[in-house]
């Protein structure tokens, strides 16, 4: 029994503290940095996890399942992990960890039906806060990729009319509009299917601009996570992403000018990875090329 305590005492202090995700303008070094942080918080889940089950009596229906709840959201982790989406890995882990603890905490107190109760209700209170965590998370991606392209097509219609893309920007503002009302009421579940369609409409009004003027831009989510499947995806959505910022920044301002060269500097090195045949570095800078190039965009449309 001291032993498995010293284990719950150490987990929770190693997750107590989960830092937020590094800064964009770090760079290259951020992402290395949070992706060291997600694989040792990784390995210390899994340890605690297969610790967890040997200790976990095969009668303890409830704590039996905590510790399934605990290892799907393990498994959800490493899919997020895998895709980039790191701030979301993050809270899985965590998630994970608190879960294996409630079913130990539940199993060595089988017997004692206040303890059960705590443990219980505390879970749902925290699950219910993760879930609305993580819906703010996809908001804020989502309005930032849905401001990109508004401006983008805005840009593009300012140059060359397109009377059908035109329309779809309309109804673009008038969806992103309204989902941002429904943010500040905090009805998430409509903002982020507002947000979805806005951001399906907005694609559509830049494709078909780009398409009248015989070019084709688009960056479509692979369903596979193998490396070569995301080096295509990430190399793709980064060219998206510079053509949009050629539309936007201007030699006039020095703060989003320097993002950009910083961004163009990233893909550079991202090019010399994949000369080398090494993908996943590739993989990682051509991420903080394209959040720095998001970072110039939204600077520049200040």
Same mark, same amino acid.
């Given at each position: ?38 694989? !040792? ?68 107190? !089988? !017997? ?191």
């Amino acid at each position: 029994m001291p032993k498995i305590l010293a284990l719950i005492l150490f987990v929770a202090l190693s997750f107590a503290w989960s830092p937020a995700p590094v800064a964009a303008e770090d760079g290259a070094s951020a992402n290395a940095k949070t992706i060291k942080t997600i694989e !040792q918080k990784m390995k210390t889940n899994t340890a605690f996890l297969k610790a967890a089950a040997q200790v976990i009596d095969a009668g303890g229906k409830e704590a039996a399942s905590f510790l399934k709840m605990a290892e799907m959201a393990a498994g959800e982790a490493e899919v997020h992990y895998k895709k980039g989406e790191y701030e979301f890995a993050i809270e899985d882990i965590s998630e994970s960890t608190h879960l294996a603890m409630s079913a130990i905490i539940l199993s060595k107190n !089988q !017997q004692d039906g206040s303890i059960r109760d705590v443990v219980i209700k505390e879970e749902l209170v925290l699950k219910e806060k993760r879930e609305i965590e993580k819906k703010e998370a996809m908001i804020r991606k989502s309005i930032d990729e849905v401001e990109i392209f508004i401006r983008t097509a805005e840009k593009l219609l300012a140059r060359n009319a397109n009377d059908s893309a035109g329309e779809k920007l309309k109804e673009t503002k008038a969806l992103y509009d309204s989902a941002k009302k429904d943010v500040a009421a905090g009805r998430m579940d409509n903002a982020l299917d507002g947000l979805g369609k806005a951001y399906m409409l907005a694609t559509a009004a830049v494709k078909e601009i780009k398409r009248s003027q015989n070019d084709i831009i688009t960056f479509p989510k692979p369903a596979v996570t193998d490396e070569a499947a995301l080096l295509a995806y990430e190399l793709n959505k980064n060219n998206s992403y510079v053509y949009f910022a050629a539309q936007v920044v201007t030699s006039g301002k020095k703060e989003p000018s320097r993002l950009l060269d910083d961004g163009m500097a990233l893909k550079d090195e991202a090019t010399g990875a994949i000369e080398k045949g090494d993908n996943g570095k590739a993989i990682e800078l051509l991420k903080a090329s394209t959040e720095t190039i998001i970072r110039a965009i939204k600077a520049a449309s200040e």
